[in-house]
């Protein structure tokens, strides 16, 4: 008597799958779109030169990047390291220094704008030799600036 | 479904550019020790190039145009010895670039770029002539890997030790 009562379920007890990928793709693509790159924020105007013997650097773990060019705000000749605008010159050679006592290889990226005059340049460079970084790469842009 | 997904990945993957770093690579002469004396360079050996504020670039006291410098760093490091006014061989020729302050950083790197430029021609010049490949960078691929913990060790480039880059990035003048 008691088997007259049972319900019985036509429902599969299984989850349907056939949307799966679709939902991966969705969220793949969710994350890819609203990813943003960590990238530097320029403080100053860098408008890089044009050379043709240039070489590529692969390892970019190794790059620490020096700007030098007008202030954006003041628009004064500045230099930034990385992330922070530097005050003095001789900092420059304390950041260096403590960078590479972490990493002997390092190279340095120098990002000059065309019109800094190369006094500057020097000033800088003669800081990075106090420091002992001695590879450094002028970097210059690959397509007509702007 | 799937299919939209997979034109939305594929064209993002061919949109999204990574910006290499390009550019000119220096070593910069290390730090100046005032106990040691400087190496004497004989004249021969010496190229010296000094580009003034308004530009103009001077090649041992001459006023040379841009596009002769390369010819002229190639003459001096290729000489040998053989003309008494240039370098005796390839290891001793040193390339000395000097500018004045006041020169935009624009026509540093060009005149830098011709100098480079200069070693490059002669490097694949070399790599050419004496092991038949295309250029320096491909007879650079076809050497064993150098170790990553000595960045200073070249390794086995004969292009390299046959012509050492001798650029020296002089003291610039005060004033």
Do not use: C
């Not at chain 1, 773990?61 to 990385?82: C, F, T």
């Amino acid at each position: 008597m008691s088997a007259h009562f049972k319900k019985k379920s036509k429902a599969k007890q299984e989850i349907p799958t056939a949307s799966l990928p679709d939902i991966i793709f969705m969220l793949l693509i969710f994350f890819m779109v609203t990813t943003v790159l960590r990238e530097t924020e320029l403080l100053v105007i860098t408008r890089l030169p044009q050379a043709s013997a240039v070489e590529k650097i692969d390892q970019k773990r190794l790059i620490q990047y020096i700007y030098v060019g007008e202030d954006k705000e003041s628009g004064e000749d500045a230099v930034q390291i990385n992330d922070a605008l530097i005050n003095d010159l001789p900092d420059i050679r304390d950041a260096m220094y403590r960078r590479l006592l972490d990493e002997p290889r390092t190279i340095v990226s120098l990002n000059v704008d065309r019109d800094i005059e190369t006094g500057m340049l020097y000033d800088v460079q003669q800081e990075l030799r106090e420091a002992d970084a001695l590879r450094v790469n002028y970097s210059t842009a690959s397509e007509a600036p702007q | 479904m799937a299919d939209i997904a997979f034109l939305l990945l594929i064209f993002f993957l061919l949109v999204t550019t990574i910006n290499t770093e390009k550019g000119i690579y220096m070593q910069l002469p290390p730090k100046l020790d005032e106990t040691v004396e400087p190496p004497e360079i004989k004249d021969r050996n010496l190229l010296v190039i000094l580009v003034s504020n308004d530009g103009n670039v001077l090649v041992e006291g001459e006023f040379m145009r841009l596009e002769n410098i390369r010819e002229e760093v190639v003459r001096h490091i290729t000489n040998d010895g053989s003309d008494p006014g240039y370098s005796e061989n390839p290891e001793k020729a040193v390339v000395s670039f000097k500018t004045e302050r006041a020169l935009p950083y624009e026509r540093y790197v060009e005149v830098l770029d011709e100098i480079k430029g200069a070693y490059v021609d002669t490097w694949n010049d070399y790599a050419r002539s004496e092991f038949g490949v295309r250029d320096y960078p491909t007879y650079q691929a076809s050497l064993p890997d150098d170790d990553p913990n000595t960045p200073e060790d070249e390794g086995e480039d004969l292009v390299k030790d046959r012509f050492p880059l001798k650029l020296s990035l002089a003291e610039p003048d005060p004033g």
